[in-house]
T-cell receptor, first 114, second 114 residues
Framework: DADVTQTPRNRITKTGKRIMLECSQT?????MYWYRQDPGLGLRLIYY???????NKGEISDGYSVSRQAQAKFSLSLESAIPNQTALYFC?????????????FGPGTRLTVT | QKEVEQNSGPLSVPEGAIASLNCTYS??????FFWYRQYSGKSPELIMF????GDKEDGRFTAQLNKASQYVSLLIRDSQPSDSATYLC??????????????FGQGTILTVHP
């Protein structure tokens, strides 16, 4: 089984709808991240959480919110989806305990807002 | 705004050649440097990380780091068509509350042709 899972893998939704993307991990990592990827723009950080009670905005948090329900679960919500939120969304995890910063990514969610 | 710049590409090399991917970064305090490989439509996969100045080799891959020049590179020897992918350089943030975050470059597309 994959260590980092994301649901759904693909989603098409309409402008104005609320949508939630979910991420779960079995790696036991304390840190979790949400990124979006657009062609030519690389990976941009939306939100990150260093533990259940620590949630921080990334560089592009406007229009998004998150919830860290447990150490293993981190959800991203689009309160009112708009077409320019069409992108590939990745969840990632890392482990403070190793002293390293490498991040491990889930398979991604392809979101289309029409 | 911390920046990570990669050679723009796309880079095309013949099978069996050495592919050289380059990355510069702006945060002089960064300590950890990562190379990810991303196949089209898939998630980034960690292939190498380096912390110390000099070279680090892993199979056909060599990462090179020069902190004084704020430069990190990835060499792929004996390139194979299966190496065709986008390569992402990532650099950690040095301190404060954002310690542990990674900043990603925009990626370099590598094509290895038979």
């Amino acid at each position: 089984d994959a260590d980092v899972t994301q649901t759904p893998r693909n989603r098409i939704t309409k402008t104005g709808k609320r949508i939630m993307l979910e991420c779960s991990q079995t790696k036991g990592h304390d840190r979790m991240y949400w990124y979006r990827q657009d062609p030519g723009l690389g990976l941009r950080l939306i939100y990150y959480s260093f533990d259940v009670k620590d949630i921080n905005k990334g560089e592009i948090s406007d229009g998004y919110s998150v919830s860290r329900q447990a150490q293993a679960k981190f959800s991203l919500s689009l309160e009112s989806a708009i077409p320019n939120q069409t992108a590939l969304y990745f969840c990632a995890t890392s482990d403070t305990g190793t002293g390293a910063d490498e991040q491990y990514f889930g398979p991604g969610t392809r979101l289309t807002v029409t | 705004q911390k920046e990570v710049e990669q050679n723009s590409g796309p880079l095309s090399v013949p099978e069996g050649a050495i592919a050289s991917l380059n990355c510069t970064y702006s945060d002089r305090g960064s300590q950890s440097f990562f190379w990810y490989r991303q196949y089209s439509g898939k998630s980034p996969e960690l292939i190498m990380f380096i912390y110390s100045n000099g070279d680090k080799e892993d199979g056909r891959f060599t990462a090179q780091l020069n902190k004084a020049s704020q430069y990190v590179s990835l060499l792929i020897r004996d390139s194979q068509p299966s190496d065709s992918a986008t390569y992402l350089c990532a650099v950690n943030e040095a301190g404060g509350t954002s310690y542990g975050k990674l900043t990603f470059g925009q990626g370099t597309i590598l094509t290895v042709h038979p």
